[in-house]
C-alpha cells in the first residue's frame, strides 16, 4: 500500500463530523464527566473513531483526507491550546484533557470561556482570549500526534488547522488586557508559533497542511486583510513546512482572494457553493496560475444531493486558470449528518433528495474521476445521478393550494392594526395590571414527561393514554402557576421534544431523521428537520393542549408557537427556491394554527423566534433582503386576529443591536428577551426602538442559582429606568425546560413579590 500522495492536493473534502456515527463520542465523554468510565476508557473510544474516519475517508477513494479534525469540544479550543493561548484562570491545570474540560466547562472558582457562534452555522465555539502577555508558544502537539497516529493506520493525511489571522479575529481581549489592545495585535508572534507548528509537521512527513481562513467569507477591514497578505507571505516563506492549502468558506474571499494569490502558499479552497462569484474575473487574478484550486462545489452545508452536471461545469471553468483543480466540498462536513443509509424510515422520494456526509463524499470522489479522467470514464454513474434528480423534479414538491393562497394574501394581510390602538383595545380586553408577570413557555420536563412521550412514540401507550398523561401535566402546571400567583400562564409545553422538531413533525413538507445527528458545541447535538418541499398545516397542532389549558384557569393562558425564521434556521432547508419563499409558507401555516388559537379562545399568543438574529447574513449588502423576508413571514404568522388578541414574541441570545429595526418590524405587541446576563442593557436600544411591551428577562435560566426577590426587584426598577411601567412585563430570560421544579418555583415565586412591590411604588 502506497500512503504518499502525488504532489497535488487530489479530490478531498475540508473536514469531517466527529461525534460518531452513532453519537459514540457523545456517550463516552458524558461518562468520563460523570465519574462513569476512565479517561483511557474515553482516548479509546476517540482513537477507534479517528481511525474509522481516516480509514473510511480513504477506502471510499478520496485522494486526500484530511486530519486534525477530531476533537473532544472544539477545534477553535484545540487551536488556542496549541498555540499555549490559555487563560490565566486555567494555567494551573496540568492534565491536558482537564484542562481543556475546564475551558469548556468551567470549573469552580475558574468560568468556561465564552460560547458562541461558528459563523452563521449552528455549531458553537469558544471564544479564544488573548492579552498581550499571552505566553504564545507551540503547546498541545495534537495535530502532530494525529498525524503520526494516521500514519500508523497507513493513512497520510492533511492536517487541519484553524489559521492565524481566523483564530485572533475569533478572538477577545482576556479580561484584565489594557485599553484599545486588539486580539490582532498579536500576529507576529502568533504566526511564528505557526511557522514552528508547520515544522514539526513537515518533519514527520506531512505534505500539506490546510489553514482554515472563513472570516474571510465575512466583510473585513483592509487592515485585516493586510493582515492576512502578511500572515500568508511569512508562513509561505518559511524555511521547513508543507504544502500550505488555504481555506475559505462560507461565502466568496472577494477582496482576500487575489491577496492570498499573490502569497507563496501552493493552494486555495473555495466555497464555490456560497461564494460562486469569485469564479468571476479569476482568470485575470494574478497568480492564480501557480495555484491549486479545490472547487468546493459540493455542499457542505447542507444535505440535499449534487446536481454533478452542474457541479462539474463549475469546477471546470478552473481548469487552464489553475495550475491544477481538484474537488471538494464547500466547507468542512460537520456541518451534516454521517450517513443516509443509517436512516430506513424516510420515504423514498425525499431519499432521492438527500446526500448525507457519507454519499457526498462519494460525489467528491464521482466528480474528481470526470475532472481527470473524463466525464466518459463516469458516464454510467453520471446518467444515474441525473436520472435521480430528474425524478426528484417530477415528484414534485410544490402544493399548489399553499401557493395560490400565498399570491391571494395581499400586504394588507402581513399587517395588524396600528400599535397604539391595539395596546388600547388590549388594556381593556384583556385587564392585566402594569408590569404583568408571566414565562417564556417551557416548565421543566421531568423525567416521567420524557418517558410519556418516548412510550407514545414507539406505541407502547396509545394516543388516548398519552393525551391523558400530558393532561394531568398540563393541569398540574397550571395549578402551579396559579398558586405561584402569575398573570399571564402557559401549558408549559410538555408534548414537545425540541421548539422546531415538534413543528416539523406535524406540518407536511418536513421530514424527520432518525440517526442525522449534528454538532452543536462540544458533547450536545441536534437532529435538524428536513424542510423539502412546500408547506402546509394538515390539522391544527397546538389547539387542543392549549384549549383545554385555558379550560382550567380563569387567567389567560399563552398559546405557543416557533416562529419561521426559527424554524428554518433549525432545520436543513430546500435550496431550489428562494428562503423567503419557504419562510412565507412556513408563516402562511402558523398563520392557520394562529387563527385556530384565537377563535378557540385563547387571548394572548406568543410566537417565539430566538433565532432572529443567528440568521444574519455574515455580509452587509444581504441583510436588509434577509430582515425584510424574516418580519414579513413573522407578520404573515400573526396577521390574522384582532386588535385585541395580543401576541407575544421572545428572542434569545443578548447582542440585538443590528437586528432592533427588524424586532421593531414584527410588530408584536409584547416582546421578551434575554437581557439578565447584560444586566438590562438591551433596554437602552429595545427601549426606543420598539415602543410597545417588553419583558425583559430579569434571571438567567442557565443558571441554577435562584434569584432572590430584592434581586429581581433591583432588575424590574433597573428597567423601568428606560420604559415606563405601563409597557413593562416581568419574566425569565428564556424557557424554563432545563431547570428542576423547586428551584423554578421559588424563583418565580420571587418574580411575583419583585413585580407586586415594583407596582405599588410605581
Ligand atoms: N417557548 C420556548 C420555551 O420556553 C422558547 C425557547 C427558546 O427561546 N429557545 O422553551
Ligand atoms: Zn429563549
Redesign the pocket.
Known sequence: MTITSESGTASTVLGYPRIGPDRELKRATEAFWAGRSSASALHEVAAGLRRETWTGLRDAGLGQVPGNTFSFYDHVLDTALAVGAVPARFAGETDHLERLFAMARGRPGAPACEMTKWFDTNYHYLVPELAPDTPLAPSSRKALEEFREALRSDVLTRPVLVGPVTFLLLSKPAEGAPDGFRPLDLLGPLVEVYRDLLAELADAGAEWVQLDEPAFAADRTEEEIAALRKAYDRLSAAPRRPKLLVASYFGELGPALPVLASTGVEGLALDLVAGRSDLDGIESVEGIGRKQVLAGVVDGRNVWRTDMDDALATASRLVGVAARVEISTSCSLLHVPYDLAAEQNLPADVVDMLAFARQKVDEVVLLGRALHEGRAAVAAEFDTARATRERVAAASRRNESVRSRLTALGADHYGRGAGDVRAKAQREALGLPDVPTTT?GSFPQTPEIRKDRAAHRSGRIDDAEYTGRMRREIARVIELQEGIGLDVLVHGEPERNDMVQYFAENLDGFATTEFGWVQSYGSRCVRPPILHSDVSRPEPITVEWARYAQSLSTAYVKGMLTGPVTILAWSFVRDDQPLGDTARQVGLALRDEVVDLEASGIRIIQV?E?ALRELLPLHERDRQAYLDWAVDSFRMAVGGVADTTQIHT???YSEFGEVVGAIDGLDADVTTV?AARSRMEVLADLGPGVPRGLGPGVYDVHSPEVPGADQLTDQLTEALRHIGSERLWANP???LKTRGETETVEALTHLVAAARRVRETT
Do not use: V
Request: hydrophobic letters at 20%; charged letters at 30%.
Open positions: 417564556i417565539d430566538p421572545h428572542l434569545c434575554e430570560d428564556c424557557g
